[in-house]
C-alpha cells in the first residue's frame, strides 16, 4: 500500500473529524438527538406524512449537510470526487446501503461516531459489520473480480 503524500491532508482530515465530532455532540447535548443521517432524513421524511414538531432541526441538519460543501466550493476550491462507477452501480450501492441502515437500526454516523462514543455494544457490533462487509466488498471487486 502506498500513501499518495499530495493528497495526503492529516491537519484537515484532523479538522474534519472533529467538526464532525463536534456537532454530533452539540446535537445530542442541546437537542438530545443522535446525529444519525439515515435517522434524521428518514425523520424528515415521516415528518412530511405527519405534523411532527422537530422537523426544523431536521431541515436545518440536511440543508447544512448539502450547504457545506456548497459553500466550500464557492469560497475556495471546489472539492474533485473521481468516481469510477456508472450511474446504475451508484444507483445500486446507494439502495444496498439504504436496506443495510434498516437492518442495523442506523447508519455509519448514528452507529460508528455517536453509538461508539457513548459506548454501545450494539453499535459497536454494527460498526464492525460494516467495516469488514466493505473491506470484503474491495477485496473481491479487485482481487477476485479483477476491477
Same mark, same amino acid.
Given at each position: 500500500m502506498t500513501v499518495d503524500l499530495n493528497h495526503f491532508t492529516p491537519g484537515l482530515s484532523l479538522a474534519g473529524g472533529l467538526v464532525i465530532g %463536534? &456537532? &454530533? &455532540? =452539540?446535537l445530542v447535548l442541546f437537542n438530545g438527538r443522535i446525529a /444519525? *443521517?439515515? /435517522? *434524521?432524513v428518514g425523520g424528515l421524511l415521516a415528518s412530511a406524512r405527519s405534523s411532527s414538531s422537530d422537523i426544523g432541526w431536521r431541515v436545518a441538519f440536511v440543508a447544512g449537510l448539502v450547504g457545506a460543501p456548497v459553500l466550500a466550493g464557492l469560497l475556495g476550491e471546489p472539492a474533485h470526487a473521481d468516481i469510477q462507477a456508472s450511474w446504475g452501480q451508484i444507483l445500486a450501492a446507494g439502495f444496498l446501503v439504504g436496506v443495510g441502515t434498516r437492518y442495523a437500526g442506523g447508519c455509519t454516523s448514528g452507529h460508528g461516531v455517536c453509538g461508539l462514543s457513548r459506548g454501545s455494544v450494539r453499535s459497536l457490533v454494527a460498526t464492525a459489520t460494516f467495516m469488514t462487509a466493505g473491506f470484503l466488498t474491495v477485496f473481491v471487486r %479487485?482481487? =477476485?473480480m479483477g476491477g
Open positions: %463536534l &456537532a &454530533a &455532540a =452539540v /444519525g *443521517i439515515s /435517522g *434524521i %479487485l482481487h =477476485v
